[in-house]
């Protein structure tokens, strides 16, 4: 990708700056050649082994080796796949170290899964390998969430397990590469305290890259019970056989279907997948095929396409549960990786099992509403009798039945209570699976607030999704309170409008277009517009804004969101994984 590239070059220029050896010494080791951290551990600190073959013969040139196979920095920090992926572009491109991909791809299976981070502790981080655009904000020190994320995000720094001495290493790093960082990202906001504080102690002057470096190695140790624990009983999860899919993807709704998962010989922890899915709205069918490696146990990292065409590809970041018996995550692609769908993968049995409906409201005093129930392993021939919604609620008859859909009619007579239902089906069940309603009070747009990137020139485009859901005030006819049902999507008409910031404002007129019909917004070009005032780019606020008249209601309902249409991100310091 020629975007990466140049981000390499960028990074490449900053890095002539640093100085490599005093960053490459493990400084905690008396007599190693480097210089004294900044705060020197009282003990030498105890690192993780690295007895690899392939990782020695590759990194143990300059990362020394000690006679317990400690290689110094390696040994003493544990991440995720996509962080040690990282850094070992970061060795090819800047240091030197030649590696062929499959030898690349060794050390970082290997590095993953022996310094790794337990299940627990990459939980927390799931939004970063994701790529969810996720508003995070690290509530436990507030100079860690101020000094480390204005470059990049904080998943980055959450998602990585040091020794103080690595941490402090990290400073140094990025003290090497940006000599101004003391004075832009790493500043102390007004003077020191000096008063006494409250409690009587003399006041805390650290700067405020100590006090967060401070945190970080307490808040994240190399050594944890969590990785402990999971390192004993880590092993490749035996996956093969077959799933039912269920998930969510924004703009397009609710799918289902299966993916059938089978072994790579020689290789316990490598996968193929065979996956077929059926959007719910309008029964789109999808058929792909992947493969997947599961690092450390329970980190999916697979990729998909529709037959073998790289254009339909998406990138697979799950979750394995504990009891290899679900999986779930997220598989995404796009320029800024903005589009995807949620999945969760559920191991079929010989349970019966509901996955979801097509529809999530049902209206009352309406005969003939049409549902499709979604599952696995449903019996045969189920009958309407087999099928329970709550009182009020009839299956009038069933269309079509097999083991994975059940297709029904269904009558709500006039008096049925308005709440959600649990849904029953020959023996599986879904707690609150539909709502019963008798008007659609509101509607509200999520995300409440998006953001889209102009492109296509220089830069990808990021696009921006917006739903519709409606809602219903509940028995209390008191909007957003806890009673009030969320009615699932409905079909809005979609505009844009100004977000008056400044007098004159005229962004709506050079930001993009959304979709009508889907929601769907797609930003205008990169780069100076000569037909817009000052050659200014198309950057802009917008609102969004969902209309929609539900049947037999006097005027269209209106919601809106706010949209920030900006700039491409020019330069990038997490390049995404290519498994
Ligand atoms: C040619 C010398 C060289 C080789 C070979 C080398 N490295 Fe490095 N490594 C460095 C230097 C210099 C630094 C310090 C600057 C930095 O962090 O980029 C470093 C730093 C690191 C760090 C600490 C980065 C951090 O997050 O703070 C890790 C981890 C690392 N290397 C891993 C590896 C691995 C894994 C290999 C083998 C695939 C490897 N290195 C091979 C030179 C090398
Ligand atoms: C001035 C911008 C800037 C600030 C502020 C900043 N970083 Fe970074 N950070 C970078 C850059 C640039 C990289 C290297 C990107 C790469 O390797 O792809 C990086 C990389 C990292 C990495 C990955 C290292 C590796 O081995 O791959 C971690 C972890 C990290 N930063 C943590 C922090 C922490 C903790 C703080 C706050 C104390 C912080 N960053 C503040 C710019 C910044």
Same mark, same amino acid.
Request: hydrophobic share 40%; aromatic share 8%.
């Given at each position: 990708?020629?975007?990466?590239?140049?981000?390499?070059?960028?990074?490449?220029?900053?890095?002539?700056?640093?100085?490599?050896?005093?960053?490459?010494?493990?400084?905690?080791?008396?007599?190693?050649?480097?210089?004294?951290?900044?705060?020197?551990?009282?003990?030498?600190?105890?690192?993780?082994?690295?007895?690899?073959?392939?990782?020695?013969?590759?990194?143990?040139?300059?990362?020394?080796?000690?006679?317990?196979?400690?290689?110094?920095?390696?040994?003493?920090?544990?991440?995720?796949?996509?962080?040690?992926?990282?850094?070992?572009?970061?060795?090819?491109?800047?240091?030197?170290?030649?590696?062929?991909?499959?030898?690349?791809?060794?050390?970082?299976?290997?590095?993953?899964?022996?310094?790794?981070?337990?299940?627990?502790?990459?939980?927390?981080?799931?939004?970063?390998?994701?790529?969810?655009?996720?508003?995070?904000?690290?509530?436990?020190?507030?100079?860690?969430?101020?000094?480390?994320?204005?470059?990049?995000?904080?998943?980055?720094?959450?998602?990585?397990?040091?020794?103080?001495?690595?941490?402090?290493?990290?400073?140094?790093?990025?003290?090497?590469?940006?000599?101004?960082?003391?004075?832009?990202?790493?500043?102390?906001?007004?003077?020191?305290?000096?008063?006494?504080?409250?409690?009587?102690?003399?006041?805390?002057?650290?700067?405020?890259?100590?006090?967060?470096?401070?945190?970080?190695?307490?808040?994240?140790?190399?050594?944890?019970?969590?990785?402990?624990?999971?390192?004993?009983?880590?092993?490749?999860?035996?996956?093969?056989?077959?799933?039912?899919?269920?998930?969510?993807?924004?703009?397009?709704?609710?799918?289902?279907?299966?993916?059938?998962?089978?072994?790579?010989?020689?290789?316990?922890?490598?996968?193929?997948?065979?996956?077929?899915?059926?959007?719910?709205?309008?029964?789109?069918?999808?058929?792909?095929?992947?493969?997947?490696?599961?690092?450390?146990?329970?980190?999916?990292?697979?990729?998909?396409?529709?037959?073998?065409?790289?254009?339909?590809?998406?990138?697979?970041?799950?979750?394995?549960?504990?009891?290899?018996?679900?999986?779930?995550?997220?598989?995404?692609?796009?320029?800024?990786?903005?589009?995807?769908?949620?999945?969760?993968?559920?191991?079929?049995?010989?349970?019966?099992?509901?996955?979801?409906?097509?529809?999530?409201?049902?209206?009352?005093?309406?005969?003939?509403?049409?549902?499709?129930?979604?599952?696995?392993?449903?019996?045969?021939?189920?009958? %309407? +009798?087999?099928?329970?919604?709550?009182?009020? @609620?009839?299956? /009038? #008859?069933?269309?079509? *039945?097999? =083991?994975?859909?059940? !297709?029904?009619?269904?009558?709500?007579?006039?008096? %049925? +209570?308005?709440?959600?239902?649990?849904?029953? @089906?020959?023996? /599986? #069940?879904?707690?609150? *699976?539909? =709502?019963?309603?008798? !008007?659609?009070?509101?509607?509200?747009?999520?995300? %409440?607030?998006?953001?889209?990137?102009?492109?296509? @020139?220089?830069?990808?485009?990021?696009?921006?999704?917006?739903?519709?859901?409606? !809602?219903?005030?509940?028995?209390?006819?008191?909007?957003?309170?806890?009673?009030?049902?969320?009615?699932? @999507?409905?079909?809005?008409?979609?505009?844009?409008?100004?977000?008056?910031?400044?007098?004159?404002?005229?962004?709506?007129?050079?930001?993009?277009?959304?979709?009508?019909?889907?929601?769907?917004?797609?930003?205008?070009?990169?780069?100076?517009?000569?037909?817009?005032?000052?050659?200014?780019?198309?950057?802009?606020?917008?609102?969004?804004?969902?209309?929609?008249?539900?049947?037999?209601?006097?005027?269209?309902?209106?919601?809106?969101?706010?949209?920030?249409?900006?700039?491409?991100?020019?330069?990038?310091?997490?390049?995404?994984?290519?498994?």
């Amino acid at each position: 990708m020629p975007l990466m590239s140049r981000l390499f070059a960028v990074a490449a220029l900053l890095w002539l700056t640093a100085s490599a050896p005093a960053i490459l010494a493990q400084t905690q080791r008396p007599g190693s050649g480097g210089p004294a951290p900044a705060t020197p551990a009282a003990t030498p600190e105890e690192g993780i082994p690295v007895p690899s073959f392939v990782v020695q013969k590759s990194c143990a040139t300059c990362h020394r080796r000690d006679e317990q196979n400690q290689l110094t920095r390696i040994s003493y920090r544990r991440t995720t796949p996509e962080g040690w992926q990282q850094t070992v572009r970061r060795m090819v491109a800047l240091n030197g170290v030649q590696l062929d991909p499959a030898e690349a791809r060794e050390i970082v299976k290997y590095l993953s899964n022996h310094l790794g981070l337990a299940p627990e502790e990459a939980r927390p981080a799931a939004f970063e390998v994701q790529r969810r655009l996720e508003d995070y904000t690290y509530e436990a020190s507030s100079d860690v969430q101020a000094t480390c994320s204005a470059c990049h995000s904080m998943g980055r720094v959450i998602s990585q397990r040091r020794t103080r001495s690595e941490w402090d290493l990290l400073i140094a790093m990025h003290r090497g590469w940006y000599p101004l960082i003391d004075s832009q990202g790493f500043r102390r906001m007004g003077p020191a305290p000096t008063g006494r504080g409250a409690d009587g102690r003399p006041p805390d002057t650290r700067h405020p890259v100590e006090k967060a470096v401070d945190h970080l190695a307490q808040a994240f140790p190399l050594k944890t019970p969590e990785w402990s624990a999971w390192s004993a009983t880590m092993r490749p999860p035996r996956l093969e056989g077959t799933w039912a899919l269920s998930g969510w993807e924004p703009g397009k709704g609710a799918v289902f279907g299966r993916m059938v998962i089978a072994p790579v010989a020689n290789m316990p922890d490598e996968f193929t997948t065979t996956i077929t899915y059926q959007y719910a709205r309008g029964g789109e069918t999808v058929a792909r095929a992947g493969r997947v490696v599961v690092y450390t146990g329970f980190q999916w990292r697979g990729r998909s396409t529709v037959g073998g065409d790289d254009d339909t590809s998406l990138r697979e970041v799950m979750f394995v549960d504990r009891d290899w018996r679900a999986i779930d995550g997220r598989w995404y692609t796009g320029g800024y990786d903005e589009e995807g769908l949620d999945v969760r993968l559920e191991r079929i049995g010989a349970e019966p099992r509901v996955l979801g409906t097509d529809i999530t409201a049902l209206r009352v005093g309406q005969a003939g509403q049409a549902l499709t129930i979604h599952g696995a392993a449903l019996p045969a021939g189920l009958t %309407a +009798a087999q099928i329970d919604l709550g009182p009020g @609620v009839t299956i /009038a #008859s069933v269309e079509s *039945a097999s =083991a994975d859909a059940v !297709r029904v009619t269904v009558d709500v007579a006039a008096d %049925a +209570a308005v709440g959600m239902r649990d849904l029953f @089906v020959g023996g /599986a #069940s879904k707690a609150q *699976a539909l =709502a019963v309603y008798d !008007r659609v009070d509101a509607i509200t747009v999520t995300p %409440a607030w998006n953001m889209a990137r102009v492109g296509g @020139v220089q830069f990808p485009k990021m696009l921006a999704q917006f739903e519709a859901w409606g !809602r219903h005030n509940g028995p209390d006819g008191r909007p957003g309170t806890p009673d009030d049902l969320n009615l699932g @999507v409905v079909p809005a008409t979609w505009t844009v409008e100004e977000f008056t910031a400044i007098y004159g404002d005229d962004d709506v007129k050079f930001v993009g277009e959304i979709d009508p019909r889907t929601g769907r917004f797609t930003p205008n070009i990169d780069g100076p517009n000569p037909g817009r005032a000052g050659e200014r780019n198309n950057i802009g606020d917008v609102w969004v804004v969902a209309s929609y008249q539900p049947e037999g209601a006097p005027a269209p309902l209106r919601a809106r969101a706010h949209l920030l249409v900006t700039v491409p991100l020019y330069m990038r310091w997490d390049p995404s994984v290519t498994q």
